[in-house]
T-cell receptor, first 113, second 116 residues
Framework: KAGVTQTPRYLIKTRGQQVTLSCSPI?????VSWYQQTPGQGLQFLFE???????NKGNFPGRFSGRQFSNSRSEMNVSTLELGDSALYLC????????????FGPGTRLTVT | AQKVTQAQTEISVVEKEDVTLDCVYE???????LFWYKQPPSGELVFLIR??????QNEISGRYSWNFQKSTSSFNFTITASQVVDSAVYFC?????????????FGDGTTLTVKP
């Protein structure tokens, strides 16, 4: 089985721009979660989607949004980028919500200049 | 609120030494799940083990072993006879059940360096 894939792998944007990151879960996995990883804040939960519905959201401003499509693929969007948004954005998938182990993608490294 | 504490920020050992990574958690849920993940220098988080709150049985998998103690809210991870390839950042994580199931709380990670 192919693993979780994330595109693009690297991205450089300037302040004020917006960005869309994509995540394709493992085939058959219907739950997708997003995390932001930074040296200062560690791994922080952004949101979780299941069956095209957002089930959980972390403590991030409204500039961070996401969605899930009927094929379970997910996208996250960050509008009006700030320097502090520079991070590794990780996507993880599980078959269903409910305490399963998460399978992570390689991440998208976003740099905001 | 859930919280995971990995008090050891960095650990350095010489190859073949045993090393234990500590994890202490806080949750009000009666049903919850604990995990350990490894993040090698390549960056991709790799799942190692999952435990639910009703299963306190310790587990051994090769050189890895895990000690789950509800009484002390700890879920420690031991690597026996460490190898250079074990060098990585190790994360302990906690998730609840039902609506909190997909929302994992991670510790800050422990960076393990194994020197030859």
């Amino acid at each position: 089985k192919a693993g979780v894939t994330q595109t693009p792998r690297y991205l450089i944007k300037t302040r004020g721009q917006q960005v869309t990151l994509s995540c394709s879960p493992i085939s058959g996995h219907r739950s997708v979660s997003w995390y932001q990883q930074t040296p200062g804040q560690g791994l922080q939960f952004l949101f979780e989607y299941f069956s095209e519905t957002q089930r959980n959201k972390g403590n991030f401003p409204g500039r961070f949004s996401g969605r899930q499509f009927s094929n379970s693929r997910s996208e996250m969007n960050v509008s009006t980028l700030e320097l502090g948004d520079s991070a590794l954005y990780l996507c993880a998938s599980t078959p269903l919500p409910g305490g399963y182990e998460q399978y992570f993608g390689p991440g998208t490294r976003l740099t905001v200049t | 609120a859930q919280k995971v504490t990995q008090a050891q920020t960095e650990i350095s050992v010489v190859e073949k030494e045993d090393v234990t990574l500590d994890c202490v958690y806080e949750t009000r849920d009666t049903t919850y799940y604990l995990f350990w993940y490894k993040q090698p220098p390549s960056g991709e988080l790799v799942f190692l083990i999952r435990r639910n709150s009703f299963d306190e049985q310790n587990e051994i998998s090769g050189r890895y072993s895990w000690n789950f103690q509800k009484s002390t809210s700890s879920f420690n991870f031991t690597i026996t006879a460490s190898q250079v390839v074990d060098s990585a950042v190790y994360f302990c994580a906690l998730s609840g059940a039902n609506t909190n199931a997909g929302k994992s709380t991670f510790g800050d990670g422990t960076t393990l360096t194994v020197k030859p």
